[in-house]
């Protein structure tokens, strides 16, 4: 791979590891400001909901112009919603100002893999972006960890006395603001690629109209269907598990906030190695041949059920982030392959947004709705085992035997 492939990794890098960080650092705002405790998935659902609003447009903006360009635009807004959070914005607003950043951003992060690679090489593409991914997501929790724990203004007092440290969140936000900004200046050296499927209408009427057909021309084809399907699943269910780790966590290994947040990076780390697996062993042609592995996932998830001791869950962790990684970078590369097909990148990959954030959600939704009925962490856990299992039977069933053949 040439210069411009690796160019492109840094700056997804860079950018998903402050949007890592800065999760747990507005979670940590929230706690500092004595905020409700519904709040905390609230904060989700304010990101995710600019996702859904705003899929029939980003897309197509995206697709109307040099995806570097968009990738740069979108991290300047990430960065304004960090500067509105640090000048007293409330965290939800200023996190949904974020979310719309990462809206834009996400069209033109895996749009650009189609346009720049051939389709032989597109789920070897996806395990290095997800692998590099998941790397962002491990050092994110990490970082996010240690930046909001009350070590690091001992540590300020100590190594750097002039500096005084007030506000840890805040703190841990400009950091964050800091990498958004190295993230931004990357972008600058994107390759400029030719625009193939610019908008040639630009009336609100038209875009809806236009992303509606996509949606269905998606959901229509059966490996479209297959692939949107068990993404948005996976998506759902896994941003609903980081939420859920750090509530099992405070329960059955009795661990607090900033150790339980690290804990999410478990899962990151059979992610990379799931996602180098499938890079190796999967070709697109058999990419359904992989979703059994989203079935032995959710047996594993409902297992947590069981465990108190620290050892084991970790690795039950790794194994529930390897099982995600083999089975979701087909089915992500399968996705962008067929859209890129359909209806050009931008636009697929919209809808995969619109459809993934929906997801999300719901799932957080019902995760609230157990949580507000006072459901036993056992119980929750076990339910949404069952239900990555059941989920992707069906699918399974439905779809195990298709192949290929574009």
Known sequence: MNRGFYIILSAQFFSSLADNALLFAAIALLKYLQAPAWQTPVLQQFFVFAFIVLAPFVGIYADALPKGRVMLISNSIKMLGCAAMLLGLHPLIAYGFVGIGAAMYSPAKYGILAEYLPAQRLVWANGWMEGLTVAAIILGAILGGMLISPNIETLMQHYLPAFSVTNIPKFAISIVLGIYLIAALVNLYIPKLPIEHACKQSSIKFL?????????????????????????????????????????AASALQLE?????????????????????????????????????????????????????????????????????????????????????????????????????????????GYALMLHFECSVNTIVISFGMFIFVSMGVLNKLHGHDQDTA
Do not use: C
């Open 208 to 248: 809806l109209i236009d992303f509606w057909r996509s949606l269905l021309a998606l959901w229509r084809d059966p490996l479209g269907q297959v692939s949107l399907a068990v993404t948005s699943i996976f998506w759902g269910a896994g941003t609903t598990l980081r939420f859920i780790i750090l509530l099992w």
């Open 257 to 365: 906030l900033a150790q339980a947040t690290q804990l999410t990076a478990v899962v990151a780390v059979g992610l990379a190695i799931g996602s180098v697996i499938a890079a190796k062993a999967v070709v697109l042609e058999h990419a359904v041949k992989v979703l059994p592995m989203g079935m032995l996932m959710g047996i594993v998830v409902a297992a947590m059920a069981w465990v108190s001791d620290w050892r084991i869950a970790i690795l039950m962790l790794v194994i529930i982030g390897t099982l995600a990684g083999v089975f979701v970078i087909p089915m992500n590369a399968l996705l962008q392959h067929r859209g890129y097909q359909l209806m050009g990148a931008g636009h697929s990959i919209a809808v995969q947004n619109f459809n993934e954030n929906l997801s999300i959600l719901l799932m957080l939704g």
